[in-house]
């Protein structure tokens, strides 16, 4: 007599799963990693914390919740310290001078030696959270060097134009505004400059004529007087198909970018002043991930629908990596030593029905 047996499946957890990957992954990359990479990472991490804070402070990027309100209490204490100086002089420099040293040793208590003794039960930090350390360092410093850059053309007209008009600043700070509030202005606008609601109001001005015109006066350099979204036509797309009048096939090329890690290759981790991991072609559009990337808005064909063809991004067939030094100079279709970037296009295909 044959006896029956029930076997029973036992399918593993994806929450197991994702841990098993994930300590594959880590032990992996340890294993790719030199080991004096590896500690020269975990030495710069205290460092690397320490400095994300303070630029997630000035570039209002914190990740915690309810965390602006630092920006906010210091931008209150500064316009009442200016409004009030010449009352409590007496108060509010002692005052001042203590909550700065009590800032200062929180700071370097909470940032430095929390994570450099591993205090109040921090556990030492794996490869993979200091390379996001690095890379959330990195991003927020591609903040203020994207601001160096854009403006450093700027900085010698507009200092001249500034120069002339200053008979005109005296005149408004004896008879329209005082100092007291010029000071506060100014402060404020340069505290919340990377605010989020501080970039959209700039946008909103942005799109005034009025507004471009006074900034044209100021620095001597030309800007268009329509959106740049507005100002793109049929014409300038990459038509490669006609299926009827208002059918076309359309192609996108973007630059996919990487930079070499000693001890870990290439990688899409970019430092600050290097270009995103993707870009269009003409280096206007940058992107972190090709999911951001967005159908350009046509002229006269607003409502116009756009289809993917293309399942993904595909390099060109007769795209190869351009290398690059470290400033993105020197190309070259030859890696070496001296190359630590590189780039390639990629391509996809989409169908658009145009509608006005």
């Known amino acids: 007599m044959k006896e029956s047996y029930v076997h029973a499946s036992f399918v593993t957890p994806a929450s197991s799963i994702s841990y098993i990957s994930l300590n594959s992954h880590n032990h992996q990359l340890l294993k790719d990693t030199p080991p004096n990479i590896i500690s020269a990472l975990h030495s710069l991490y205290p460092l690397l914390v320490s400095c994300n804070r303070i630029l997630s402070f000035i570039t209002w990027t914190s990740s915690k919740e309810n965390s602006h309100y630092r920006n906010i209490v210091i931008i209150m204490l500064y316009s009442m310290m200016i409004l009030h100086w010449n009352n409590y002089f007496v108060i509010i420099l002692p005052t001042l001078l203590v909550l700065c040293f009590c800032c200062y040793v929180w700071f370097i208590k909470v940032s430095y030696i929390n994570e450099k003794y591993h205090l109040n039960g921090k556990s030492v930090p794996t490869i993979e959270e200091v390379l996001d350390t690095l890379d959330n360092f990195t991003i927020r410093c591609s903040f203020i060097s994207n601001f160096s850059s854009n403006y450093s053309n700027l900085l010698t007209p507009l200092t001249i134009n ?195």
């Open 162 to 356: 500034l120069i002339l008009l200053t008979p005109f600043y005296v005149y408004l700070m004896k008879n329209c505004i005082s100092i007291d509030v010029w000071l506060i202005t100014t402060g404020i606008f340069f505290s919340t400059y990377y605010s989020s609601w501080s970039i959209a109001l700039r946008r909103l001005l942005w799109r005034s004529k009025y507004t471009r015109l006074i900034t044209s006066f100021l620095t001597n350099e030309k800007y268009s007087m329509v959106d740049k979204e507005n100002e793109i036509s049929i014409m300038n797309l990459d038509i490669k198909g006609t299926i009827d009048e208002n059918t076309k096939i359309v192609e996108f090329q973007v630059l996919e970018n990487e930079r070499r890690w000693v001890g870990l290759g290439w990688s899409k981790h970019m430092l600050f002043f290097d270009r995103a991991p993707y870009c269009s072609i003409d280096m206007q559009q940058q992107l972190n991930s090709l999911k951001d990337y967005r159908f350009p808005i046509t002229k006269k064909f607003d409502k116009s629908e756009w289809k993917w063809l293309d399942s993904q991004w595909n390099p060109l067939p007769s795209s190869r990596w351009v290398y690059y030094d470290n400033r993105w100079k020197h190309p070259s279709h030859k890696d070496s030593v001296t190359k630590y970037t590189r780039s390639r296009r990629l391509r996809r295909q989409c169908l658009v029905v145009l509608k006005k």
